[in-house]
């Protein structure tokens, strides 16, 4: 769940090439700005993030700043779909529509979104989206908007659920898009609208974003940089483990 481009769509709709079901050999390919989310196990809530970076590619990657505690999905983590393929032959779940899962896999970043204009977050260099009343995610399966963020000023509706992108509370002042089963490739019911946004508390859980303190999340929105090309690699801690080396993780 959100540039390369922005196609009109009625409004404007983001949209985004998505990964093809063929895993790559190195998902973080072209990346020099890694976001690592690591839990315990496949049904675990709380996290930790850590924050990577290279100075070019081929290069070691580094370490940058201290150890961050998230929450995951209500459910945990299950297979996404993104830079490494679509869920790989390994034992594990799969991320579907309304589990309650975060997507495990490798992400890109995409772009920022808040409450307040642009002009009010000038430290933001990911692309920015105010998130005006109109500005949902479609997370209805049937619609050929789903897992899209749109301005549904405009356009015309199919869909019979969506998520609003400005709520009451402060869970979306800030976050950011993480791209799992995004684009043109998109599968229905492979779940959608995923986020890095603001949490309730170290004892809350996500219905399948990845969520930090406020501070936290400034910071981390501080320090991504789309000209590095930033991913999100999330996984529990065996499957990161096991995957480091072929996966040529931080």
């Given at each position: 769940m959100r540039l390369s481009t922005l196609p009109l769509l009625g409004a404007f709709a983001l949209t985004f090439a998505a990964a093809g079901p063929a895993a790559p050999p190195d998902p973080l390919a072209g990346a020099t700005q890694a976001v690592l989310v690591t839990t315990a196990g496949w049904d675990s809530v709380p996290g930790t993030l850590r924050r990577y970076e290279r100075a070019a590619l081929g290069k070691p990657w580094l370490a940058v700043g201290a150890p961050i505690p998230v929450v995951v999905g209500k459910g945990g983590l299950g297979w996404g779909i993104g830079l490494h393929g679509g869920p790989p032959d390994r034992p594990g779940p799969r991320k579907r529509e309304g589990d309650g899962k975060a997507p495990a896999g490798v992400f890109r970043i995409g772009s920022a979104f808040g409450y307040a204009p642009a002009a009010e977050h000038p430290w933001i260099r990911l692309p920015y989206i105010h998130s005006t009343a109109s500005w949902k995610c479609?997370?209805?399966?049937?619609?050929?908007?789903?897992?899209?963020?749109?301005?549904?000023?405009?356009?015309?509706?199919?869909?019979?659920?969506?998520?609003?992108?400005?709520?009451?509370?402060?869970?979306?002042?800030?976050?950011?898009?993480?791209?799992?089963?995004?684009?043109?490739?998109?599968?229905?019911?492979?779940?959608?609208?995923?986020?890095?946004?603001?949490?309730?508390?170290?004892?809350?859980?996500?219905?399948?974003?990845?969520?930090?303190?406020?501070?936290?999340?400034?910071?981390?929105?501080?320090?991504?940089?789309?000209?590095?090309?930033?991913?999100?690699?999330?996984?529990?801690?065996?499957?990161?483990?096991?995957?480091?080396?072929?996966?040529?993780?931080?």
């Open positions: 479609v997370d209805d399966p049937a619609s050929r908007h789903y897992n899209q963020v749109l301005d549904e000023t405009g356009v015309k509706k199919d869909w019979s659920s969506h998520e609003d992108m400005r709520l009451e509370g402060e869970a979306y002042r800030l976050g950011a898009i993480v791209e799992h089963n995004w684009g043109k490739s998109t599968r229905p019911s492979a779940g959608s609208c995923i986020f890095l946004h603001i949490w309730d508390g170290p004892a809350s859980s996500t219905v399948g974003c990845t969520a930090m303190a406020p501070a936290d999340l400034e910071a981390l929105l501080r320090w991504l940089d789309p000209r590095r090309r930033p991913v999100l690699v999330q996984l529990p801690r065996e499957q990161y483990d096991a995957l480091r080396a072929e996966w040529r993780l931080p």
